[in-house]
C-alpha cells in the first residue's frame, strides 16, 4: 500500500485547506484511515481517523473545524481543515492500516510523506 498527500501550503489564520491522500496498491484491505501531524520539536499526533465501520475520531484540538473524509471509488481520503490557526502549523501525514485501529495511541502501518501546512497570523 502506498500512500501520497498534497493540498498543503501557506494560509492565513481563519482560512481553509483541503489536504488529499491518493491510496494505491491492495485498497481493498484498508480498513482504518488517518490524518497525524507533527509540530517542530512535538511529536507525532493523530488528529483524525476514519474507519470501515463508519466510526470516526478526532483530536479535541481540531474537533469542529477539521473533518476527514473518504471517496472510496477514487481510492482516495481527505481532511477538510477550517478555521486554521497559526498552532495548526506542522508536518501532515495521511496513514492507513488494514486493521480497524480504535485506540488513538497506536501508530498505524502505511504513511504518506508529509505535507506543510504554515498558518500565518
Known amino acids: 500500500v502506498q500512500l501520497e498527500e498534497s493540498g498543503g501550503g501557506l494560509v492565513q489564520a481563519g482560512g481553509s485547506l483541503r489536504l488529499s491522500c491518493s491510496v494505491s496498491?491492495?485498497?481493498?484491505?484498508?480498513?482504518?484511515m488517518g490524518w497525524y501531524r507533527q509540530s517542530p520539536g512535538g511529536e507525532r499526533e493523530l488528529i483524525a481517523s476514519?474507519?470501515?465501520?463508519?466510526?470516526?475520531y478526532y483530536a479535541e484540538s481540531v474537533k469542529g473545524r477539521f473533518t476527514i473524509s473518504r471517496d472510496n471509488a477514487k481510492n482516495m481520503f481527505f481532511l477538510q481543515m477550517n478555521n486554521l490557526k497559526p498552532e495548526d502549523t506542522a508536518v501532515y501525514y495521511c496513514?492507513?492500516?488494514?486493521?480497524?485501529?480504535?485506540?488513538?495511541?497506536?501508530?498505524?502501518?502505511?504513511w504518506g510523506q508529509g505535507t506543510q501546512v504554515t498558518v500565518t497570523s
Open positions: 496498491g491492495d485498497v481493498s484491505s484498508i480498513n482504518t
Open positions: 476514519t474507519i470501515s465501520t463508519g466510526s470516526t
Open positions: 496513514a492507513a492500516d488494514n486493521g480497524r485501529i480504535v485506540v488513538t495511541t497506536t501508530l498505524l502501518e502505511y
